[in-house]
């Protein structure tokens, strides 16, 4: 039967997939297909579908989808949980509650191994979080992600899946050549595909385990040689890479404002810096520009280029980037 689909590279079908579901048009009763490295994600309505991804809808034969146990067909309610390799992340304040949706995620038709409650919020400079285990044992799994897989421990390092959609929109501005530094590199979901895109990137991180994950993700996904991943204090590690960079990632939006003068120090005489930050939602941008022009001026000219609300964080808070170029001006 021919339906409306959403057409995109097979890399980018389960971010499109999740957006095309949080906008309400994922068409349930069909299958996805995939022929010649692109896939189809059926929707029930193309017009909506077009204004929330950039990307084509076609229309293609699409088979019916066999009717499948979900965890709302057994709760009787739609629950909120994140996938993250075959670990399911929910967030439950009532243990009894809590134990019930893990029931039900098991017993549909999800492929889940661990099912984890977050049990505190992210803590401390090694940004890992404690977890309620309710079924399984394993925290650690390869996740996915636009065509890269990343194996993380969830228990030993930091990783949003919410996420993906921001670090593709960055990791697509990459050209073959340039030299990327990331400040706080994580298990590599900004290194890896970076240097997959023919940059030389350098990933920094003061938890050991991570650098640990980011090295084997950097073999994993076959480009260790473009990757150089360090344990430290990025501001301990920027001497050796002063005037390196061509773009900085900077995703510590809590407080990556103590770590502009560095970024600085990184720049070299032309440089994209992207600056993730959480402020209230009536002034999101400004302090966030005004610590950067703070840092970089007047040794650089400074241009924003994109304004970017990438989710919301609390009640009035947004997370934000700023993608800002800096230009020397004695060059």
Known sequence: MSVPCVCVPREAGEATRRELAAAGVLDNDHEITVAEGSIYIPV????????????????????????????????GFEPSY????????????????????AAALVESALPVETVVNRASKVKGELRVRDWDVLVGAETETVHREYGHAFALDIARVYFSPRLATERHRVVSQVQAGERVFDMFAGVGPFVVPMAASSAEVVGVDLNPDAVAYLRENARRNGVEERVTAIEGDVRDVAADYEGWATRVVMNLPHSADDFLETAVALAGDECVVHYYDIQHEDDPFGPGLDAIRAAAEPAYDVTVETEHVVRSYAPHEVNVCLDVRLVRRDR
């Open 44 to 75: 029930t309505d193309p017009t909506a579908a077009a204004e929330h991804v950039d990307a084509d809808v076609v229309r293609r034969d699409a088979p019916a989808r066999e009717a499948q146990v979900t965890p709302a067909d057994l709760l």
């Open 82 to 101: 994140e996938r993250l390799g075959d670990i399911v992340i929910i967030d439950e304040d009532d243990d009894e509650r809590a134990r019930e949706i």
